[in-house]
């Protein structure tokens, strides 16, 4: 089969087609062929050496896929060759063909083409354990994204929604701004002209936000924790902003502030199939009844990978660019 394989540690060019050999499949995981895949920052912090896959992933990149399955493992009950699916992946995705647990797979929900599913697992995921199973967002709630226009952005916006929450994001351009505002965020704030702690202030009466989702790290800490209300809980999911910051820590402890941290990567298997187990029970039915959609800005050939990372780095996108073999 062809995959992208990462040449070497480097910049986009380093990405390139092969042919490699096929997965091959474990008693308790199913074979996919994939119809497409999505990229996701971590793609392109693995391409550059910085995030090396966890110990038995597969060496391509790729953390997320649709397509149908080819062929299950003995101990697999649920699937059968012929299902159309969509799954959260170690890695692996930029190719025709990935191996992955059973029970990190999902059914395609009804009305998502299912190309454009491969957009939904990893967003999913990420945003249903963190804001929800990790930070226990609520009804009546209000609820900040950094990054509204991104994958993770867009697809926060709309379950938080769903979930009776007041959303309020970051975005750098009045056009991500005003998409945003399309997928139905409350309060938007360019973090390039307005200080977005004083903002959040002003549009929640001086007591701050409930929930946030922060993606950028070190250079927004502070700002963060000045942002939250009383009993705030910030989950951060990326160092997009630097890894290492100092914080006033009296500020943590009057308004009794939580501070967390998750990625999916490197959880257990039998974590992810929680996960994705509570996805299916408590996302996919808000997808099913259309109001959380898949938001996918472009698609490019597998060939092209180097082109797809190229868009992301350069942060114009809006929502999930996939690949298609």
Known sequence: MKAVVITTAGG???????????????????????????????????????????????????????????????????WKVGDQVCALLN?????EKVAVPAGHVLPIPPGVS???????????CTVWSTVFMMSCLSAGETFLVHGGSSGIGTFAIQIAKDKGATVLVTAGSEEKLAFCKKLGAD????????DFV?????????????????????????????????????????????????IKLNTLLPKRLTV?????????PENKAVVVSEVENNVWPAVAAGK????????????EAGEAHRLMESSEHIGKILLVP
């Open 12 to 78: 986009p060019d380093v990405l390139q087609l092969k042919q490699v050999d096929e997965p091959e499949i474990r008693d308790d995981e199913v074979l996919i062929k994939v119809e497409a895949t999505a990229l996701n920052r971590a793609d392109t912090l693995q391409r550059k050496g910085s995030y090396p896959p966890p110990k038995g992933a597969s060496p391509y990149p790729g953390l997320e896929c649709s397509g149908t399955v080819l062929a299950v493992g003995k101990d697999v009950s649920r």
């Open 91 to 95: 890695g692996g995705g930029y190719a």
């Open 114 to 124: 299912l190309k454009d599913a491969a957009g939904l697992p990893e967003v999913a």
């Open 187 to 194: 309060v938007c704030i360019n973090y390039k002209t307005e």
């Open 198 to 246: 004083a903002r959040v202030k002003e549009e929640t009466g001086g007591k701050g936000v409930d929930v946030i989702l922060d993606c950028i790290g070190a250079s927004y800490l502070q700002r963060n924790l000045d942002s939250l209300n009383f009993d705030g809980r910030l989950c951060i999911i990326g160092f997009q902003g630097g890894a290492v910051t100092e």
């Open 260 to 268: 967390q941290g998750a990625a999916l990567r490197p959880r257990s």
């Open 292 to 303: 959380v959609k898949p938001i996918i800005y472009k698609s490019f050939p597998l060939s």
